[in-house]
């Protein structure tokens, strides 16, 4: 019921009457809209308002770096759709990348927009990848209750979450196109429920349960080097492919709405209708998968700019294609950081508490300094999961090892550093209690 309500898609456009020269045509997130807005007509205002509440909690929290520990779960049915480790280790690098503006195409945004483009300063850090092989197809029905639930359920052929309080869950799938009265009218790429318990949202309004929470996303969009492809129904060909999709859904996860505002053809949509966030500019259309720098669907003079400016086709959080999809602005980020910090903050990792580590004694590291294996040692006085990466003195992750659960007792562990430049590096021992650091030196 009710519980399903916020939830955000990203659409594909399909044409009814296929015509190319029409596009988007039709689209099942206008229609999505539609029904969300006739029957529970008060939830846009308790939306707004929520952003507003998320803009002023937790404020001036600092720009300290925000880790997220992600589990990605392969629920395959068809062979390719059971995803190889380098391109869901590519997601993870895509995603480490645009949440951190290292992404190369930042220079692409147009200089208008240079001052808006924020750094959010959040690392993912991949925890698990669990695999499971099905046979349920996975289908969303827009007039039922049907939001692929079952492809997070073991019983129902699924892969059940891991804890969705401290973990990110990213569930990866085939998604069924969507069909009106028989008829293919859109396919959708992924979605992603917002937090469930910010003070001022209607009851139960993010996920139907704590288990149903997270990202989910089509097996075809997850990757840059992904060799499935997805067609656009236009008959442009494939769409481009660069993993921007799972980051607008990691972004509708800590919060984010669409820069148009979440209106539509079918939809309440105007100039004046609100993301909740000052600093993207006026839209009242997504954009069509396309690239169009000239778009400029609100003409008027907009406050935070003091002048009209096009619509920001660069961001992450329209439907522009993904190659020309390149960033956030400050105020998602700051919007994004209070929700980590927030409603979502069970997930953010320790950064200190060296005393309850469950650690005795001290994390050793031979030989030190290293050049190719090094052995880590430590004692556990209980079983913990744990996590093992190493920085460098940017605080850049340089290597990762997979969070693995450990038993009492002491323990061993290899990690080649050979890939690593001769420098001093920080390796960081974590459990869910907190965290020991060494220092590393590696040598030529
Ligand atoms: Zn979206």
Known sequence: ??????????????????????????????IFSKILHEKYPALN???????????????????????????????????????DDSIINNQILILNNDYNRLNADTANLRSIFHDEAGNANIHFNLASVVRVQTNQLFSVDLFGTNLLAEAKHDVDGGSDAWNPDEYLNIWVCKIQPITLFGITIGQILGFAFPPN??????????????????????????????????????????????????????????????????????GPNAC?????????????????????TTKNTCTQIETFYNKDVPDLIENYMDYASESCMNMFTHGQVELMRNTLQGPRSGLLMPISGTSDLAIAPSLKLSPNPAHGQVTLEFDLN???????????????????????????????????SEKLNSGIYVVVLRTNRGVQTQKLVIGE
Request: net charge negative; charged share 20%.
């Open 197 to 266: 318990n910010l003070q001022n949202w209607p009851a139960d309004s993010g996920a139907p349960t704590p288990g149903e929470d997270g990202v989910v996303i089509d097996y075809r969009v997850f990757g840059s080097n992904n060799p499935n492809i997805i067609d656009n129904p236009d008959g442009s060909g494939a769409i481009i492919v660069k993993g921007r999709t799972p980051v607008h859904e990691v972004g509708h996860y800590f919060g984010l709405r669409h820069i148009w505002g979440d209106g539509g053809l079918l």
């Open 272 to 292: 004046d209708q609100s993301d909740g966030v000052d600093d993207t500019p006026y839209a009242n259309a997504q954009s069509a998968f396309d690239c169009d």
């Open 45 to 83: 205002d308790a939306f707004t308002a929520t952003f507003e509440e998320a803009r002023k909690t937790n404020r001036h929290l600092g720009n300290e770096p925000l880790e997220v520990n992600i589990v990605v779960h392969v629920v395959w049915n068809g062979i390719g759709e059971n995803l």
């Open 382 to 416: 209980e079983s913990k999961e744990i996590s093992i990466r190493v920085l460098n003195l940017n605080g850049q992750l340089m290597l990762n090892k997979k969070v693995e659960k450990y038993s009492v007792g002491y323990h061993q562990i290899s990690i080649n």
């Open 1 to 30: 019921m009710e519980k399903k309500l916020f939830l955000f898609f990203t659409l594909l456009s399909f044409g009814i009457n296929a015509q190319e020269s029409i596009k988007p045509v039709f689209c099942g997130n206008e």
